[in-house]
């Protein structure tokens, strides 16, 4: 019953995403970005909330006292795609910063540029910066969330952690405050895989990191929080749902991390 309601959720998915990229594609690039953002906001609830009708799977955020007025750089763990839906809502103006490969896929590369999503080529690595940066001082200027996932991809539940060095360049160039995000989105929406399992997906905004951390102290105090809250939530997931499948590699970390 669960990989049917499953399959059932891709469908449905992929048709209300696909369905309203072109009901919305004669208007998107004449009306107002806040008529846009309510679009895409829109969209985003549209799809929790048909995770949460077929799949059973709900959908939790907390924290939001953490997440400061104004520009701010969110780093946030990354297990599945939900993260990248369930975050939208979350603030005003979101900018995510994502592979370059996504801006090519036709018509998803226009609504993306349009909202001003910050695209970056992973296989340049360190000569994108001077463009990542000025990209990002634009944004901030407008007002804007800067959205980043630190270890630049998708992990599955229990791999080990690889904060990658770019994180702490936009944070020492932009003078922001880092807010962290754990979650246990991979327990319930696995990567490369078309099962969804029900229960409670959960994530929660972390106190911010002020800035003036140098780089080593700045990726073990923000992948200490991320990595304590995801274990944390991800151990509630289990409790609360003992049948929930759970890979050899989670049980051993969990069991490290005690």
């Known amino acids: 019953m669960t990989l049917i309601r499953s399959i059932l959720f891709q469908i449905l998915f992929y048709a209300n995403l696909a369905g309203q990229i072109l009901l919305y594609l004669?208007?998107?690039?004449?009306?107002?970005?806040?008529?846009?953002?309510?679009?895409?906001?829109?969209?985003a609830r549209s799809s929790l909330w048909l995770l949460r009708l077929t799949?059973?799977?709900?959908?939790?955020?907390?924290?939001?006292?953490?997440?400061?007025?104004?520009?701010?750089?969110?780093?946030?763990?990354?297990?599945?795609f939900w993260e990248v839906i369930a975050l939208v809502p979350q603030f005003e103006k979101p900018t995510f910063i994502l592979k370059k490969e996504l801006m090519k896929i036709p018509v998803f590369g226009w609504y993306a540029k349009r909202m001003g999503m910050i695209p970056v080529d992973r296989k340049r690595r360190g000569a994108v910066l001077p463009s990542l940066l000025a990209e990002a001082r634009k944004a901030i200027a407008d007002g804007r969330q800067i959205i980043i996932f630190p270890e630049g991809t998708r992990a599955a539940p229990g791999t080990a952690p690889n904060y990658r060095p770019g994180i702490h360049f936009l944070y020492d160039a932009l003078g922001l405050s880092i807010v962290p995000v754990g979650l246990n989105s991979g327990l319930f929406w696995p990567r490369q895989a078309v099962r969804r399992q029900p229960g409670t997906i959960r994530a929660e905004f972390?106190?911010?990191?002020?800035?003036?951390?140098?780089?080593?102290?700045?990726?073990?105090?923000?992948?200490?929080?991320?990595e304590a809250s995801s274990d944390t939530l991800m151990r509630r997931a289990i409790a609360e749902q003992p049948a929930l499948p759970v890979s050899p590699l989670l049980a051993a970390h969990l069991a490290q991390t005690v």
């Open 26 to 43: 004669p208007i998107f690039f004449i009306v107002p970005e806040r008529v846009c953002w309510r679009l895409v906001k829109f969209w």
């Open 55 to 80: 799949a059973g799977t709900r959908s939790v955020i907390t924290g939001q006292e953490h997440v400061p007025a104004g520009p701010v750089i969110v780093a946030s763990k990354h297990q599945s």
């Open 206 to 226: 972390l106190e911010p990191i002020g800035p003036g951390l140098k780089r080593d102290a700045l990726l073990k105090t923000l992948g200490g929080r991320i």
